[in-house]
T-cell receptor, first 112, second 111 residues
Framework: GENVEQHPSTLSVQEGDSAVIKCTYS??????FPWYKQELGKRPQLIID?????GEKKDQRIAVTLNKTAKHFSLHITETQPEDSAVYFCADHTGAGTALIFGKGTTLSVSS | DTGVSQNPRHKITKRGQNVTFRCDPISEHNRLYWYRQTLGQGPEFLTY????????KSRLLSDRFSAERPKGSFSTLEIQRTEQGDSAMYLC?????????FGAGTRLSVL
């Protein structure tokens, strides 16, 4: 069945460095790719998303790139800050009203 | 708070008991989803409602699980005869389109 592979599972960076998390999906019908940030004990919060007709999207220090041919998409965080420390999940789905399929998450630790 | 609201936040129960969780979606969101999240994993889909109609159920949703959304607003998820393997965070999400907004979840511990 459909699955999403996410790497790495843990990532430690120094404050100010960049962080990159990669996901690979299997369903060629996938057309929506969100990224969620989840802090301990809190709800998953949408931080950025991209749709299949776009190759890249940027929002301040966060960017997402999508390669539909290779079926992978990546989250890029620049100038990391300690408050970026959290678990990040990638996901995809094939349209409104369909379930999000999540990766297993990446625990990002930013040390000052 | 105008976000997705879930109650209770925590539930501790003994094996074999029934539990019910409630989700209040963002107003006017016609789509509502339930997910289950265990430690170290991403959320896994359980079921989906569009308005009051339950349109999709995952294989994860055993016969002991039932969900309702009677008036197309709030939803309940009931687990009958709980088992230790049911211990998890149960997340609800609502959506007006393809973007899903999550609640903070109900953490279930089955002793």
């Amino acid at each position: 069945g459909e699955n999403v592979e996410q790497h790495p599972s843990t990532l430690s960076v120094q404050e100010g460095d960049s962080a990159v998390i990669k996901c690979t999906y299997s369903d060629s019908a996938s057309n929506y790719f969100p990224w969620y940030k989840q802090e301990l004990g809190k709800r998953p919060q949408l931080i950025i998303d991209i749709r299949s007709n776009v190759g890249e999207k940027k929002d301040q220090r966060i960017a997402v790139t999508l390669n539909k041919t290779a079926k992978h998409f990546s989250l890029h965080i620049t100038e990391t800050q300690p408050e970026d420390s959290a678990v990040y999940f990638c996901a995809d789905h094939t349209g409104a009203g369909t379930a999000l399929i999540f990766g297993k998450g990446t625990t990002l630790s930013v040390s000052s | 708070d105008t976000g997705v609201s879930q109650n209770p936040r925590h539930k501790i129960t003994k094996r074999g008991q029934n539990v019910t969780f409630r989700c209040d979606p963002i107003s006017e969101h016609n789509r509502l989803y339930w997910y289950r999240q265990t430690l170290g994993q991403g959320p896994e889909f359980l079921t989906y409602f569009q308005n009051e109609a339950q349109l999709e159920k995952s294989r994860l949703l055993s016969d002991r699980f039932s969900a309702e959304r009677p008036k197309g607003s709030f939803s309940t998820l009931e687990i009958q005869r709980t088992e230790q393997g049911d211990s998890a965070m149960y997340l609800c999400a609502s959506s007006p389109s393809d973007i899903q907004y999550f609640g903070a979840g109900t953490r279930l511990s089955v002793l």
